[in-house]
């Protein structure tokens, strides 16, 4: 399984970003996804999930900001950032987990989220 994560940048304060990951899977296949960042000197954490029935789930850090979503067709999730805050820059990974294998994670390349104060 191969995930491909973009749409990080540079945002100012208070704006907004939204970021995809594209999975090499059938939508069908795949249990849940979802959204992890790692700051500089901090562990993975995890920002928001959805699974195959779009039940979702969020940190509360970024619950009212953020809305994770999934496009079946495309093989996509997406996160929109909205009020975006410093403490949000981080580097965003794609996770996916497969109804044949719901232990093992499958992680994208991490894309890169700054936000100036």
């Known amino acids: 399984v191969q995930l491909q994560a973009s749409g990080g940048g540079l945002v100012q304060a208070g704006g907004s970003l939204r970021l995809s990951c594209v999975a090499s899977?059938?939508?069908?296949?795949?249990?849940?996804m979802g959204w992890y960042r790692q700051a500089p000197g901090n562990q993975r954490e995890l920002v928001a999930t959805?699974?195959?029935?779009?039940?979702?789930n969020y940190a509360d850090s970024v619950k009212g900001r953020f809305t994770i979503s999934r496009d079946n067709a495309k093989k996509t999730v997406y996160l929109q950032m909205n009020s975006l805050k410093p403490e949000d820059a981080a580097v965003y990974y794609c996770?996916?987990?497969?109804?044949?294998?719901?232990?093992?994670?499958?992680w994208g390349q991490g894309t890169l989220v700054t936000v100036s104060s």
């Open positions: 996770n996916a987990r497969l109804f044949s294998a719901s232990t093992v994670n499958y």
């Open positions: 959805i699974t195959s029935s779009s039940n979702t």
């Open positions: 899977v059938t939508a069908s296949s795949i249990y849940i």
